[in-house]
């Protein structure tokens, strides 16, 4: 027979079970702190995402860090600035806390009443809209690799500038920019071959001897064609013989790879990862009601050498 | 005593009322499931640097936005990349699942080692597509919502040399180069843990002696699917056997373009190769006349297959009548041969 101080000693062992148990197991009596996690839309401009993989790898880095749902989203056609503008009211109404957006028509977006925060990446350094900004001055890149070519090519040999046909992003637009700023601040000038005209390019330079004094130097408007041009000098020795360097930008691994491999002569690029990271970074800080200060990317030229370079190495191939 | 009963009774009845108004609330819950406007799909790839595989990303990335916008359902993808750990990939999978993923889409690392990965899925009711690197059996078994799409490795393989017997039948001299009657080969293995590395390297060599085809090894190597070792695989082999290796046969398209980035360097570009995959830069390859063929799997139907099989479960829809799977789980890709003009018609 248990006696009765037994029996009260077995309620208070259990009250005590029932407690430890509310305490382990639920959030009756201590309750964890929330942490809510952000829904972030990234919309970019292109159809495809291959030139945002390191940045990709930021933005998941960032995701992580900051407590983040990060999606990328791609249009269906490439710079359909109408679709965009359907993509942002379509993440904003499916439950979106914030949108990263690489804008085709800025000032479109720029007007729009938006109930969450957008941040932008911009293209140029021009006056500041939306919830936050993320830089990168292409304009400025494109006079970093002119001035580049003009130290590096004889002076004599002609540029040409591969370019795309159809309607050209604000990147490429700012980028052409800079390029043909520099050119023509040196006397130099540049030649503009329309993506249409390509093929009877090669053509012609396939007939061009291999003479020093008759070699091009091509540069590509943006990172698909300078990969298409790559390809083209990769596939035909008479091609190669007749440039004496390719220049671009983008750090895709195709690129890399014809840089590494001497086909591409030399690139100018953006910290990708950075870029990626420093987007999540601003649109949480825009979440929590924190103040924004523009972030302006700096630009790099890279050469096959600088490949294997510790710091532009860690830039272009980055680990998670 | 009585009224300790009827306070029983009660209480029971009480109890009861509540267990009957739950288990028809939870049935009319289920009868009032909304149609899904959009579809969460999972994506874990085994690493990030492999030709074929960015190949199947990019085609299931266009795959999804065509889906997207034929059906007016909204596919969300998260790809990551597992970068060769399996560990890396199960937390993946992990949080797929707390993101609220409705289905998986899972290219394995190690294919033995998939029983976590479908733990966590059956625990969470998310049905699973692998692709590429095939579970052992014995896991695919386990659920009925598990899923695999690839190829028949054996018959890749059995294309593979079929290219060299039929090219041999044509020109002995464009395949047995040196016309000493024997054709010498070496062999660029993939990983020696994937089921398709083994089942390649088997039937490539046995087609070939089965059509005919006079042949001697000269040596092999495994280079891990990857060009880089593949080549300097292949560098060490000229050096050792000098003007002897006549063809080439690779497990797959990177190594076999990492062969001949060795065989430019030591200029022997004579030498036939030929690899599986018909990935782009292999095509480049063929197009240039450097790779001798490739076997290529339909890459659209393998991802339309990939990306519908994972619509159906995620909607819990019948998958379409055109894609028809054995056993009720495993989706076989066509292939077809691949082989440069200028062999094929000198």
Redesign the interface.
């Known amino acids: 027979m248990i006696g009765k101080s037994g029996r009260v000693l077995i309620v208070v062992y259990i009250v005590c079970l029932v407690v430890l148990f509310l305490m382990c197991s639920t959030d009756l009596i201590i309750r964890e702190p929330e942490r809510e996690i952000y829904q972030i839309a990234v919309i970019i401009e292109d ?4 030139n945002y ?1 390191n940045f990709r790898k930021g933005m ?1 880095q960032a995701a992580a860090e900051f407590n983040a ?1 990060v ?1 990328l989203i ?1 249009l ?1 056609e490439k710079l359909d600035a109408q679709e965009q503008m359907e993509l942002i009211n ?1 993440e904003q109404q ?1 439950g979106a806390d914030a949108l990263i957006v690489v804008p085709v028509e800025e000032e479109q977006i720029a007007e729009r009443q938006m109930t969450i925060p957008v941040i932008l990446l911009r293209a140029g350094v021009a006056e500041a809209s939306g919830a936050g900004n993320v830089i990168i001055d292409y304009e400025k890149m494109g006079e970093r690799l002119a001035r580049e070519i003009l130290e590096e090519q004889p002076v004599g040999n002609p540029v040409y500038v591969l370019r795309d046909s159809a309607v050209q992003s604000d990147m490429d637009r700012l980028f052409l920019e800079g390029v043909k700023a520099a050119f023509v601040e040196e006397g130099g000038r540049v030649q503009m071959i329309m993506r249409n005209e390509e093929d009877r390019f090669w053509m012609m330079l396939e007939k061009t001897g291999m003479d020093e004094s008759e070699k091009v130097v091509i540069l590509a408007e943006n990172p698909e064609i300078l990969t298409e041009a790559a ?1 083209v000098l ?2 035909s020795e008479a091609v190669s013989a007749a440039v004496s360097g390719l220049y671009g930008r983008g750090t895709t ?1 195709p690129i890399l790879n014809y840089l590494d491999r001497g086909l591409i002569t030399g690139i100018c690029v953006t910290d990708e990862f950075s870029l990626g990271y420093y987007s999540v970074r601003e649109a949480v800080r825009a979440l929590e009601g924190a103040g924004s200060v523009p972030t302006v990317m700096e630009s790099h030229y890279i050469k096959k050498e600088d490949l294997r370079n510790p710091a532009y190495e860690k830039m272009l191939f980055p680990i998670e | 005593m009585n009224w300790n009963r009827n306070i029983l009774k009660r209480t029971v009845g009480i109890i009861m009322s509540c267990v009957v108004c739950l288990l028809i609330t939870s049935c009319q819950g289920v009868h009032r499931e909304e149609e899904k406007t ?1 579809i969460r799909i999972g994506i874990s790839l085994y690493r ?2 492999d030709t074929f595989i ?1 190949n199947i990303r ?1 085609i299931i ?2 795959k999804a ?1 065509e889906y997207e ?1 034929e059906s007016g359902i ?1 596919v ?1 993808l ?1 790809i ?1 990349e597992a970068k060769g750990s399996q560990n890396t990939q199960n937390n993946q999978v992990e949080r797929f699942i707390s ?1 609220g993923c409705d289905v998986l889409c899972i290219n394995p690392v190690d294919r033995m080692d998939t029983s976590l990965i479908i733990d966590k899925a059956m625990t969470a009711g998310v049905p699973v597509v692998f692709f590429n690197r095939q579970p052992v059996e014995e896991d695919m078994n386990r659920w009925d919502k598990l899923y695999y799409v690839g190829v028949d490795a054996k018959e890749t393989a059995v294309l593979q040399g079929q290219m060299v017997v039929d090219l041999y039948r044509k020109q002995p001299e464009a395949v047995d180069l040196n016309g000493d009657g024997v054709v010498s080969y070496v062999m660029l293995e993939g990983e020696s843990s994937h089921q398709d590395s083994l089942i390649r390297t088997e039937w490539s060599v046995q087609t070939l002696k089965n059509g005919s085809v006079p042949i001697e090894r000269i040596t092999g190597g495994i280079a891990n699917w990857e060009r880089s070792q593949a080549s300097a695989l292949m560098e060490q082999w000229l050096s050792e056997y000098p003007d002897t290796i006549e063809l080439v046969i690779s497990n797959n398209d990177d190594m076999a373009l990492g062969a001949i980035d060795a065989l430019e360097r030591a200029q022997k570009e004579d030498v036939n190769v030929i690899g599986i995959d018909g990935t782009t830069p292999g095509l ?1 390859a063929i ?2 006349g450097k790779l001798l063929g490739t076997v290529s799997s339909n890459k659209e139907v393998y991802c339309d297959a990939i990306l519908e099989l994972a619509a159906s479960c995620a909607l819990g829809e019948e998958l379409p009548e055109e894609y028809s799977l054995t056993d009720n789980t495993y989706f076989w890709t066509p292939q077809e041969i691949l082989i440069t003009k200028i062999k094929e018609n000198p």
Request: aromatic share 4%; proline share 0%; glycine share 10%.
């Open positions: 159809v495809r995402s291959d993989s998941d749902d999606q791609t269906y379509r499916d390809g990769a596939g691994i | 959009s990030g640097d960015n990019s990335e266009e936005k916008r909204k969300t998260d990551q993101l480049e197009e240039n």
